[in-house]
């Protein structure tokens, strides 16, 4: 199949990346447009500036760009193509995002979730390639997930297919409520900043002394998953029993997922790769009680190999993953990928 150039854009809430590729994953070019505060009506014309100057740059006009992905942050309308209210993008309220540049860049436009689209970027670019039924978690500052199933990414009824972070582990009156309001969600067990913020409060509330406020540099405010990592690393009593807490929920997560999909791969983003062993190895010993032996040792639990890079991929993918789904393009050119 002929190789044609897309575009993809990854809206967050400190930038807008840019990334212009050909459709087997080759970078042509990335730039990126400063997003720290600022109005979707001063950002979007700069989208369009970058994305043009990008194809220039190439010997590339409009013309020959195939499809725009567009990664963009919750709440949104994906049907619409509209970004609503998202908490750290003050200037960005109902944003017809997609529309705008389908006009303005005379492209097709498609736009999905963070999740769904790092899912596609570990499925068509990652170490998911050619799997079926692939199931990819952010594991970041909250928890989401993108679900491939029968060789197709999994919308749902209203698009919200995946939300797996909010999937509820534990109704105990002790269980942490969640930033959706829920309480006992996987996210708000695991994810990096519900889990910094419980250990703040803790931390004052208790007068806890642990290592992990030295990893903040004595600032109990700034205390990260990194800072908790490196006090787990000193063997720090308090930073251990709060990981050990985040491994059982993790892995009573992830299996409860293994045993609804039965997924030949789940995919684990951030902190499972930057953390390596001490994320996945107590990950694992805890998995076995949720799972099934047969759906267990028939599905790899592996940290992305994107890493970091993902976010390149993930706008281009959403723009193939939309092709694909049209049958204008096979993202997987020999027959290892089958019945589709
Ligand atoms: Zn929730």
Redesign the pocket.
């Known amino acids: 199949m002929d190789l044609f150039p897309v575009l993809g854009i990854d809206i967050g809430g400190t930038k807008v990346a840019l990334c212009l590729a050909t459709s087997d994953g080759t970078i042509l070019g990335k730039s990126r447009v400063d997003n720290v505060d600022r109005d979707a009506k001063e950002v979007l014309p700069q989208i369009v500036t970058e994305a043009k100057a990008l194809l220039k740059q190439n010997e590339l006009t409009t013309d020959d760009l195939k499809a725009i992905g567009i990664c963009s942050p919750a709440p949104h309308d994906l049907e619409n193509g509209v970004i609503l209210t998202p908490f750290n993008m003050p200037g960005w309220r109902n944003v017809p995002i997609r529309d705008f540049l389908e006009k303005a860049l005379e492209t097709e436009a498609f736009m999905e979730n963070d999740a769904n689209a790092g899912a596609l970027a570990e499925w068509f670019f990652g170490i998911g390639k050619k799997c079926k039924n692939l199931l990819y978690l952010t594991m970041s500052t909250g928890v989401g997930g993108g679900v491939i199933l029968n060789g197709h990414l999994v919308q749902g009824t209203n698009h919200n297919a995946g939300e797996v972070?909010?999937m509820v582990l534990d109704i105990a009156e002790d269980a942490p409520i969640?930033?959706?309001g829920?309480r006992g969600?996987f996210?708000?067990f695991s994810g990096g900043r519900a889990i910094a913020l419980r250990v703040q409060e803790d931390i004052k509330q208790n007068y806890i002394s642990t290592f992990i406020i030295d990893h903040a540099d004595g600032d109990i405010d700034s205390i990260d998953m990194i800072a908790i990592e490196k006090a787990v690393k000193d063997q720090d009593k308090y930073a251990v029993k709060i990981w050990s807490e985040m491994s059982k929920r993790n892995a009573q997560g992830i299996g409860l997922l293994i045993n609804a999909l039965n997924p030949e791969m789940v995919v684990l983003g951030t902190l499972a790769w930057a953390a390596g062993d001490l994320f996945m190895k107590p990950l694992m010993e805890h998995i076995e009680k949720y799972t099934w032996p047969q759906m267990r040792e028939t599905c790899q639990v592996v940290p992305s190999k994107l890493r970091r890079e993902i976010g390149e991929y993930a706008g281009i993918s959403v723009a193939l993953n939309f092709l694909y789904e049209r049958g204008e393009f096979d993202p997987f050119t020999d027959s290892d990928f089958v019945d589709v």
């Open positions: 972070g909010h969640c930033s959706c829920q969600c996210e708000a």
